[in-house]
């Protein structure tokens, strides 16, 4: 059945949010918690919703982690703190992404406003990219005290949130909600600015006491096979095109093919199947036991009707014909699209940055996110790490941690 690009799953009401917290073991040491990169504390929010004490629950997310409703909305908790969850042991995982959501929803709809900016110190920092690594560390850093301006070169903050993450998954209005409560930190955001085009690398440094690189990966990596076909598209583009509404269920042919078998593929595939298009194949390198993409994305990839393929890797290419061949086995198959959009990774731009993120990228994590410029620092997926939004705001936090770190004096383990 084809659904709505645009319906997002609804999501628990207070009742099923009740029953589902009354679930948890409430245990004493947590494993939920220590699981979660973003040290959003599930086991604290869960008691305190069964407590019915929502404001409770939403301050004790929005002071971990201030893209709360995102990350309860696309985070892979299956992978982290459902994975860690007692309760899995007896029957299922407790809901935690559900619960998330329902009390950063509750939030919303009660206009609570519970991040507060620190006393002022006069440091300024410059984030370059208004992702969700920049966005956090801009929220830390403004709740010590330090100014904070996000040069973003798009139209609208949120990077991959914004241009990537299909709207039946992670709404927009979710997003400006997010970057709103940011913005009244007094966070300076300049979007549509940027750095090394539209302002200089030298002025940032002349005016600002440190830069905190934020820019992600957002070039899309490519195969050769496919280099300079006509028929090719990356899922980069295609998603920011859907998003944005550059392309609609009108443009799009009857029979495409998606190359990939990450997360981003999975997003390709059920965006196509949600706008209409008939025909779907998705071919994956990964074999279904070690499929990259988490199990709710593949399930609702399912879902919709795709046709998926694993193990075969693509060896040739001409116009819209495709040749793979599998990994193990002495086979191949030829698939004929109108469309063809390869999602198999994505890389740094660093064009303008006078910033040498390469040589130090083997140490970053090490060195609390420095480079070799003692002003500079770096974070999000641009550094080592996984790649997904947790883990972004988990490196934005500790980022700005360490920024405050320098510009404030503290102990190094603080």
Known sequence: MVQNYQTEAPGLTL?????????????????????????????????????????????????????????????????????????????????????????????????????????????????????????????????????????????????????????????????????????????????????????????????????????????????????????????????????????????????VLVIGGGDVAMDVATTLKRLGVPHVTDVAYEEFSEFRASKTELAGTRQTGVTLIDGYKPVAAHQNRVTFRHRKMAAELTITADKIIYAVGQKMDLTGLVVDLQHNERILGAAKYHTADPRVFAAGDIVPGDQTVVFAVQKGKEAATEICRILLGGNEND
Not at 167 to 194: A, M, N, T
């Open 15 to 255: 009742s099923t949010a009740m029953q589902e917290a009354a679930r948890c073991l409430l245990c004493e040491d947590a494993p939920c918690s220590k699981a979660c990169p973003a040290h959003t504390d599930p086991a604290r929010f869960i008691r305190s919703l069964r407590f019915r004490n929502v404001k409770g629950a939403a301050e004790v997310i929005r002071e971990n982690n201030a893209l709360g409703a995102v990350c309860a909305r696309v985070c892979p908790t299956e992978r982290y703190c459902e994975l860690a969850c007692p309760r899995g042991q007896i029957d299922q995982p407790i809901r935690i992404g559900d619960l998330q959501r329902y009390i950063t929803d509750m939030e919303t709809k009660l206009g609570m406003e519970i991040l507060k900016p620190g006393k002022d110190t006069g440091k300024r920092v410059a984030i370059i990219g208004a992702g969700p690594a920049g966005l956090q560390a801009a929220t830390t850093l403004r709740q010590q005290g330090i100014g904070v301006t996000i040069f973003e070169a798009q139209a609208k903050a949120g990077g991959y949130l914004t241009y990537g993450i299909p709207e039946y998954r992670l709404p927009q209005v979710i997003i400006d909600h997010e970057v709103d409560r940011i913005v009244k930190l007094c966070v300076d955001l300049r979007c549509g600015v940027r750095v090394g085009q539209d302002v200089s690398w030298d002025h940032l440094k002349a005016i600002y006491d440190a830069i905190l690189v934020t820019v992600g990966c957002q070039a899309a990596k490519e195969l050769q096979q496919l280099a300079n076909n006509v028929c090719t598209e990356s899922a980069i583009s295609f998603l920011a095109r859907v998003k944005s509404g550059q392309l609609t269920a009108a443009d799009l042919p009857s029979e």
